[in-house]
Nanobody, 117 residues
Framework: QVQLVESGGGLVQTGDSLRLSCAASRSNFNFNSMGWFRQAAGKQRELVATITTGGSTNYADSVKGRFTISRDNNTKNLVYLQMNSLKPEDTAVYYC??????????WGQGTQVTVSS
């Protein structure tokens, strides 16, 4: 069994930056992709950004140009989400996600990001 552990959430003001981290409990596990989703109160969970093992990235339109997903160069299965120019509408619980073809997705426990106006 593999666990995903997120860190880096918090309370910030509009325009501030935060960096989220997600680490898998097994560094030798081969995920096809890792990424971030978020769920605001009363809304469905939505994709924020993903990155494949080959380095291809995908972003939600709402975060393009502000958020950057990356993988750690030295530690396998460690990904970051750099969030700049945060807006109140970015407020949500952010979940780390990891995918293996043919298997159910893996999820972290979530980390709260709150952006005050």
């Amino acid at each position: 069994q593999v666990q995903l552990v997120e860190s880096g959430g918090g309370l910030v003001q509009t325009g501030d930056s935060l960096r989220l981290s997600c680490a898998a409990s097994r560094s030798n596990f081969n995920f096809n992709s890792m990424g971030w989703f978020r769920q605001a109160a009363g809304k469905q969970r939505e994709l924020v950004a993903t990155i494949t093992t080959g380095g291809s990235t995908n972003y939600a339109d709402s975060v393009k140009g502000r958020f950057t997903i990356s993988r750690d160069n030295n530690t396998k299965n460690l990904v970051y989400l750099q969030m700049n120019s945060l807006k109140p509408e970015d407020t949500a619980v952010y979940y780390c996600n990891a995918m293996v073809l043919g298997r159910s997705p893996y999820w972290g426990q979530g980390t709260q990001v709150t952006v005050s106006s």
